[in-house]
């Protein structure tokens, strides 16, 4: 069996930037680092409702490889049918495997397809793996999967569950971010596939923990997550209104995007102390790790999440949290963290305010410190690797009881 440092390991995610997939580039960034030859395969889906038909047509027409953020992409842009669904995703996995031929014919044959969710992209290894036996497995992402609320339930449409039932059931390992959803995994699963919980990575380096000012007397609490249905600023909004009509020296920062719309303003509308809420906009990550050493602790509202990287940055600065149940316990806990049921303004606003009264007690350097063993970017990079070779001497093994 070849050596780590001898592995061609292909990342296929089912979505990549501009589109989102910052996950999928850390762990690729991580693993070269630890001397993993690690490539990216990205079939960008492109929404023309987003774009729009005239900027559609700037999006380069065939597949190139770019050297992005010190990363080999072998990367191609596929224009979405939005009223299409199924017929669109799958044209997508086809695709992705014609796109997979083309890179093996320039860069070889990988050892190990690792898939970045299900949909579409376990589905497209599934077909990788019959036209070539090259064994994938599946990190699952999507925090629906942790069954929190009937909006996650919502999400799974019954004509997906076949090709979810091939994907998975086809896999070598699949690896949650959270051991929140291995139960909905299960669900989809026809034959008896390893399942390895390893956590998404945080750069500790980089959001490390640092001396707060604890003479003053403001308290201050910080989110940081743009403005969407599964982050539930619906409930978070009311909740802070209710704490700071009790809580007189506490001001909330948001940091994030597309906070407007009708939606936004519907319940923006609703909130009393305006004047303690402050939005920041999208900052790039050095105004994210500002933000969270100027604060005192850290909110996390959503009512979906797989593993939340905005409280493991947090929580590797050493903050407190308060959060909903969807944050695994493994990461959010006593020690650590206040947690409150998932839609529930009241128990969230009370949440809040027993932080205020706690937050001081921690040992933020003991957090910081706890978290860099759980979910370093060396640390989860030496477990992928490590789940790399699992299968790889399964598939040996396997061929050998064969013949």
Request: glycine fraction near 4%; charged fraction near 20%; charge should be positive.
């Amino acid at each position: 069996m070849k050596n780590s440092d001898e592995l061609h390991i292909l990342h296929l995610p089912s979505w990549y930037l501009p589109e989102g997939g910052q996950f999928c580039r850390n762990q690729v960034q991580a693993l070269n680092a630890n001397g993993i030859k690690t490539n990216i395969l990205a079939n960008v889906t492109i929404a023309l409702r987003k774009y729009g038909l005239k900027k559609m047509f700037s999006f380069p027409k065939s597949t190139f490889m770019s050297h992005e953020d010190n990363i080999h992409v072998f990367r191609h842009y596929h224009i979405s049918l939005p009223l299409l669904k199924k017929l669109d995703g799958i044209l997508w996995s086809h695709q992705t495997l014609y796109l997979f031929k083309k890179y093996c014919k320039i860069y070889g044959k990988p050892d190990v397809i690792h898939v970045h969710s299900v949909l579409w992209g376990g589905y497209a290894a599934y077909l990788i793996k019959k036209h070539t036996d090259i064994p994938y497995l599946i990190t699952e992402h999507k925090g629906i999967f942790g069954f929190s609320c009937q909006y996650a339930k919502e999400q799974f449409m019954p004509w997906q569950t076949p090709f979810m039932e091939k994907a998975f059931s086809n896999a070598s390992m699949i690896i949650p971010v959270s051991e929140n959803l291995i139960p909905k995994i299960k669900t989809f699963l026809k034959n008896d596939v390893p399942i390895c919980v390893i956590s998404n990575m945080v750069d500790t380096s980089f959001f490390y923990y640092k001396e707060r000012n604890t003479a003053k007397t403001e308290i201050k609490a910080v989110m940081v997550n743009g403005f969407s249905y599964s982050k539930a600023y619906d409930i978070l909004l009311p909740a802070i209104d209710i704490v700071l009509g009790k809580v007189k020296n506490l001001e909330l920062t948001i940091v994030g995007e597309d906070f407007y719309g009708e939606k936004f303003d519907e319940i923006w509308g609703k909130v009393v102390y305006k004047d303690r809420i402050k939005f920041s906009g999208e900052v790039d990550k050095y105004g994210v790790r500002e933000a969270l050493w100027d604060a005192d602790f850290y909110i996390i509202s959503s009512r979906v999440e797989s593993q939340s990287v905005s409280t493991l940055e947090a929580l590797s600065t050493g903050l407190a949290v308060v959060c909903t149940e969807v944050i695994p316990i493994q990461i959010a806990n006593e020690t650590n963290a206040i947690r409150v049921p998932v839609e529930n303004i009241q128990e969230l606003a009370n949440g809040i305010i027993q932080m205020v009264g706690m937050y001081a007690k921690y040992d933020r350097r003991e957090i910081a410190e706890n978290l860099r063993k759980k979910a370093d970017q060396q640390v989860i990079a030496s477990k992928i690797t490590e789940a790399y070779q699992q299968v790889l001497r399964s598939e040996i093994t396997t061929n050998q009881n064969a013949r």
